[in-house]
Nanobody, 116 residues
Framework: QVQLVESGGVTAQPGGSLRLSCAAS????????MGWYRQRAGGAREWVAE???????LYEDRVKGRFTIARDDTKNTVYLQMHDLKEEDTGVYFC??????????WGQGTRVTVSS
C-alpha cells in the first residue's frame, strides 16, 4: 500500500522553528519529485517547496531562506525544516509525491499553528 504520513505539526510561537516529516511507504521518495504544500483555513492548497529525484530544490518566495526541504533516502522520509516562523505559515501542511505515470499521492496533512 502506497502511503505518505506527515507528522511534526504543532503550535509554535513567531520566530520559532519546527520540523515536519513525511514518511513514505510503498514508494521510494528518492525516485519521485516530493513536495510540501500548505492549506490555510478556507484557502486553496499552495505549493511551498519541492525536491526532485536528482535533489534539485525549489521554494516558494515567501519561505526562501527560512524553510529547508531535505530527503533521507535511508529512512524514506522527506523533511521540511521551518525557521523564523510567521503567523502566515499557519496551515495544514501536506506532502505530495508526483508520480509521472499515475495519480499523485498525498498524505493526510499535519497542522501547524504559529501564534503568540
Amino acid at each position: 500500500q502506497v502511503q505518505l504520513v506527515e507528522s511534526g505539526g504543532v503550535t509554535a510561537q513567531p520566530g520559532g522553528s519546527l520540523r515536519l516529516s513525511c514518511a513514505a511507504s510503498g514508494i521510494a521518495v528518492s525516485a519521485y519529485k516530493m513536495g510540501w504544500y500548505r492549506q490555510r483555513a478556507g484557502g486553496a492548497r499552495e505549493w511551498v517547496a519541492e525536491i526532485t529525484s536528482g535533489r534539485f530544490i525549489l521554494y516558494e518566495d515567501r519561505v526562501k531562506g527560512r524553510f529547508t526541504i531535505a530527503r533521507d533516502d535511508t529512512k524514506n522520509t522527506v523533511y521540511l525544516q521551518m525557521h523564523d516562523l510567521k503567523e502566515e505559515d499557519t496551515g495544514v501542511y501536506f506532502c505530495k509525491a508526483t508520480i509521472p505515470t499515475a495519480n499523485d499521492i498525498w498524505g493526510q496533512g499535519t497542522r501547524v499553528t504559529v501564534s503568540s
